[in-house]
């Protein structure tokens, strides 16, 4: 990746394709983050994994501390951080003064979050990943991409890691297809959609999913099973991740989200296609988008909630929703 030698600031957007799928997705998406972000310090105390961190509010902070207090666990604020509109923070966000924050806690066993906050001071990320349960192959792809490289989009290195596994996907100038299972389909985490807590070494790396599906089984173990079956089917959509001039698109059919990326002189695409579309998703002939759409609208969740009548707008009019407008930064 031939990279420019600037970075837009930190931002993240989206656009629904529809008010109808707003109406549809939104609640259902914000339920299934929380269930995700539930997930992840429940499989500390699963004893999948010896640690988890987790933004916390100040005003949620007791009340957490007493709820992970109940599985002989700890909650130990190592950081405190600006708070983002964003479920999703490629860096921290500077807190100003006089605005909200949120406290970055560790969460395991008392002796495992002291040897985390001395791992987090030292800058041990080997460590940090281990203590994480996170594999090493990804450790590594970590350190090599993220801190050595000093990228904040991980998305193009795993998915030439991918292609290097796979020899049936096709590698051809600047754009890659990658497959993999939907665990690892880590291409929504901006909008915080994600069956994974780490950035995987490639859509194929079979350590992470091996402990994907064991965060999986704690989901299900803990009530979490509706959220889940969102966040599968949503992974299972078409989706395409584009990233030019420093700004990233990742387009599936129902939602579009713009965010910084590395800065590119070309544009560089990764598709993975899908196994599924969503009733409420554009129709369109370009990837991801398809004209004729296999599922039945009494399949949709529109129908499903009881909205008569659901009327699709044009694939042309994309709605934002609750973000700034679009044209503070452009291409
Ligand atoms: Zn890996």
Redesign the pocket.
Known sequence: MERLNFRLPDFTRHMWASENARISWEPLINKAIKAQQEIEWLSVAYEIRACALQLITPEGLVDFTDRVSKFGLLAMPIQTIGCSKSPYQSLPVKIQPGQAFNYLCAIGKPEKVQAFKEAWDKKDDNLIGKLHGF????IK?FIDSWIKQGLIDTTWSMALNSINQHSTNELSFSMCEVAGPIELNILLRWLGIRLIPHL???FN????LELALKLLEVGDQTGHTDSIKVIQEMLSWPVEWSALHGIAEIKTPLIKISTCTDATKIKYIVRREGTSYPAEGVSGINFPYKTNKPILLTLSHSYRRGIENPIEKPSSSFLEIGVEKEDTIEK
């Open positions: 594999p090493d192959c990804c792809f995987p070494c490639s790396c079979k350590p992470s």
